[in-house]
T-cell receptor, first 110, second 116 residues
C-alpha cells in the first residue's frame, strides 16, 4: 500500500537554488519521516517530524507538517550536486509499519 | 548501531528458479522486519511484515505462496522468491523495527533481482 502522492514527481534545479518537495498522506499518523535514496541504493534517513510538531530543521533541511491538510513539505536550501537523489516521505501510523509516498526525483545541476 | 545487513546485493537467476534474500540484524534483535519491493523510478511498496516466530502478514495483492518469508530467529529474516519470472525483477529492501532509535526503523542496502 502507498500513503499518497508527492509532488513534483521530478525536479531539476541549479546548484545553489532551493528545492521544495511536497507530500500528502491519507491516514492519521504518529510521525512523518523523510528519506533519501541514491540511484539503486538503500535509504538514508533524513529527518522525522512528529504529529504534534509543525516545523523542524536539520542543517540545510526544513520540514513542515500540516496535519489538518495531511501534508508535509521538505525544503533543501542551497542545493548541491550531491543532493541529486530521490526523496521519499514515509508515514508511521502506529500500526507498526512505515508507508512510503511516491517520491520526488531531484536533479541538481552544477 | 542498529545495522541490518542484506545479501546478496544483486542476483541474476533463470525463470522458474527460486531466490533467497537474507537480512540479518548485526547488533540488535529484530522482532519485527518488513520487506519492500521497488520497481524502477517508483516508490517502495510494503510487501509483508514478519514477526519472529510467527507467520508473516502480507499486504493486499502480495502472493504469500510466491514470496515466502521466514523469520525464525531474532537476527535473521529471509525472503524467498519462488518460481521467479521476469516480472519479479525488482529491487527488494528489508527493514527492521528499532525501538531504541528515534525514528524507529533501519534499512538494509537492498537486493537487485533480475530474472532472465
Amino acid at each position: 500500500s502507498q500513503q499518497g502522492e508527492e509532488d513534483p514527481q521530478a525536479l531539476s534545479i541549479q546548484e545553489g537554488e532551493n528545492a521544495t518537495m511536497n507530500c500528502s498522506y491519507k491516514t492519521s499518523i504518529n510521525n512523518l519521516q523523510w528519506y533519501r535514496q541514491n540511484s539503486g541504493r538503500g535509504l538514508v534517513h533524513l529527518i522525522l517530524i512528529r504529529s504534534n510538531e509543525r516545523e523542524k530543521h536539520s542543517g540545510r533541511l526544513r520540514v513542515t507538517l500540516d496535519t489538518s491538510k495531511k501534508s508535509s513539505s521538505l525544503l533543501i536550501t542551497a542545493s548541491r550536486a550531491a543532493d541529486t537523489a530521490s526523496y521519499f516521505c514515509a508515514t508511521d501510523g502506529g500500526y507498526n509499519k512505515l508507508i512510503f509516498g511516491a517520491g520526488t526525483r531531484l536533479a541538481v545541476h552544477p | 548501531g542498529a545495522v541490518v545487513s542484506q545479501h546478496p546485493s544483486w542476483v541474476i537467476c533463470k525463470s522458474g528458479t527460486s531466490v533467497k534474500i537474507e537480512c540479518r540484524s548485526l547488533d540488535f534483535q529484530a522482532t519485527t522486519m518488513f520487506w519492500y519491493r521497488q520497481f524502477p523510478k517508483q516508490s517502495l511498496m510494503l510487501m509483508a511484515t514478519s514477526n519472529e516466530g510467527s507467520k508473516a502478514t502480507y499486504e493486499q495483492g502480495v502472493e504469500k505462496d510466491k514470496f515466502l518469508i521466514n523469520h525464525a530467529s531474532l537476527t535473521l529474516s529471509t525472503l524467498t522468491v519462488t518460481s521467479a519470472h521476469p516480472e519479479d525483477s525488482s529491487f527488494y529492501i528489508c527493514s527492521a523495527r528499532v525501538l531504541e532509535r528515534d525514528y524507529g526503523y533501519t534499512f538494509g542496502s537492498g537486493t537487485r533481482l533480475t530474472v532472465v
